[in-house]
Structures are given as structure tokens and as C-alpha cells.
């Protein structure tokens, strides 16, 4: 299984940027995909989740209303569109993968992680 994230860069505040995360060696459809940052010095900290079908979207009360997960079956990748950036969005941002199905927030739920890309928000 890989998961391949790519759409990070460096950005002002206020701006935006879409992530993408293109999966293979999975039945993408079977699988809830959800989106994790890191900056540094913090741990590890959920963003969004979307479910296997994209019907169902959970997001972290940080991100409400800027950032938007979305997913293309046919393509087997997972997006994540953020609008209106702040430097705390400064972080790795990683995509996972979760076989249950669930839309959930816990990392543990997750089986299968991609390498992140950065994400730098300047002010």
C-alpha cells in the first residue's frame, strides 16, 4: 500500500492551497481516508476525515470552515482543499487510511500512512 501526498508549498496567510493524496495497492473505495498535520514540537493532530462513499466529512474544530475533504474513487485520490490559511496551519500533513470505514479523528483507527508534505504559512 502506498499513500502519496503532494500540494504542500509555502504560502501567506490568507491564501490557499489543495492537497492531494493519490493511493494504491488498496480498494481505495472500501477505505475512510482522513488528513493529519505535525508542526514541529507538537504531536500529531487530526485535520479532517471523509468516508469510503465521500457522504460523511469530520473535520477538527481548527479547521471548520476553511478546509474542505473531498475524494475521487475513480482516481483513488483524497483532497484536501484549505482556504484562508494561518501561520498555525504550518505543519507536515500526512493522509491515512482507514479499512473500518468510520470516519473518525483517533490515528490509532488508521491502517495504512503516507509520508506527509509541508505546509508553510508565512504571515
Known amino acids: 500500500v502506498q499513500l502519496q501526498a503532494s500540494g504542500g508549498g509555502l504560502v501567506q496567510a490568507g491564501g490557499s492551497l489543495r492537497l492531494s493524496c493519490a493511493a494504491s495497492?488498496?480498494?481505495?473505495?472500501?477505505?475512510?481516508m482522513g488528513w493529519f498535520r505535525q508542526a514541529p514540537g507538537k504531536e500529531r493532530e487530526f485535520v479532517a476525515a471523509i468516508s469510503w462513499s465521500g457522504g460523511g466529512t469530520y473535520y477538527a474544530d481548527s479547521v471548520k470552515g476553511r478546509f474542505t475533504i473531498s475524494r475521487d474513487n475513480t482516481k483513488n485520490t483524497v483532497y484536501l482543499q484549505m482556504n484562508s490559511l494561518k501561520p498555525e496551519d504550518t505543519a507536515v500533513y500526512s493522509c491515512?487510511?482507514?479499512?473500518?470505514?468510520?470516519?473518525?479523528?483517533?490515528?490509532?483507527?488508521?491502517?495504512?500512512w503516507g509520508q506527509g508534505t509541508q505546509v508553510t504559512v508565512s504571515s
Open positions: 495497492g488498496l480498494t481505495f473505495s472500501r477505505y475512510a
Open positions: 491515512a487510511a482507514n479499512r473500518d470505514g468510520s470516519v473518525v479523528d483517533r490515528s490509532h483507527e488508521y491502517d495504512f
